[in-house]
């Protein structure tokens, strides 16, 4: 089975400021990772995803995330933040067998302040 | 354009009766799923599809039924007997469950307010 845990319900940063937002996962064999955003009212949309390889992700609008199997982490980043990344961010589990379950993390909410 | 569409966005129930939501997908997705979303919280798993004519509950399918006849479509019936079924519920898919392929691509959701 695997867990995963956000850091934090709400975070606050200023626009232009550091965007760092939170996952640790709990898993016994090696998972695979997402990060997922959602605007108010809408759909999940997929930000980036961590199977193999590189462990230093990159995905849409500037964000990155890199995964750390020492720490069992998979922290979602960006330089600079813009009023457009208001959303909610969630963090999302999966492991290397079929019929595997994506599990989610609480969710974070990210305010930007102008 | 492929998508997953979910139908209606706005959805109004009196109590006691049931309501079905539609969600459909044009991916050749074989997985569906359906989550509920409540205030401030995360996503849980209803029930779920691998494959056309097979479904498993997830975690809270008290209250809930689906069907899966068609690998395009993966309705979700909201019973009388889902205590509190006000709610977002979104609608998803993937290539397969389980592994790398489990990226889910996700619906605009239904949001259904019981009076």
């Known amino acids: 089975a695997q867990s995963v845990t956000q850091l934090g319900s709400h975070v606050s940063v200023s626009e232009g400021a550091l965007v760092l937002l939170r996952c640790n996962y709990s898993?016994?064999?090696?998972?695979?990772l997402f990060w997922y955003v959602q605007y108010p009212n809408q759909g999940l949309q997929l930000l980036l995803k961590y199977t193999t390889g590189a462990t230093l992700v990159k995905g849409i609008n500037g964000f990155e995330a890199e995964f750390k199997k020492s720490e069992t982490s998979f922290h979602l980043t960006k330089p600079s933040a813009h009023m457009s990344d208001a959303a909610e961010y969630f963090c999302?589990?999966?492991?290397?067998?079929?019929?595997?379950?994506?599990?989610f993390g609480g969710g974070t909410r990210l305010m930007v302040k102008p | 354009d492929g998508g997953i569409t979910q139908s209606p966005k706005y959805l109004f129930r009196k109590e006691g009766q049931n309501v079905t939501l539609s969600c459909e997908q044009n991916?050749?997705?074989?997985?569906m799923y359906w989550y509920r979303q409540d205030p401030g919280q995360g996503l849980r798993l209803i029930y779920y599809?691998?494959?056309?004519?097979?479904?498993q509950k997830g975690d809270i399918a008290e209250g809930y039924s689906v069907s899966r006849e068609k690998k395009e479509s993966f309705p979700l019936t909201v019973t009388s007997a889902q205590k509190n079924p006000t709610a977002f519920y979104l609608c998803?898919?993937?290539?397969?469950?389980?592994?790398?392929?489990?990226?889910?691509?996700f619906g605009p959701g239904t949001r259904l307010t019981v009076l």
């Open positions: 599809s691998q494959i056309v004519n097979d479904f």
């Open positions: 998803a898919s993937s290539f397969k469950a389980g592994g790398p392929h489990n990226e889910q691509f």
């Open positions: 898993s016994s064999v090696p998972p695979y």
């Open positions: 999302a589990v999966s492991l290397n067998n079929a019929g595997n379950m994506l599990t």
């Open positions: 991916l050749n997705h074989d997985a």
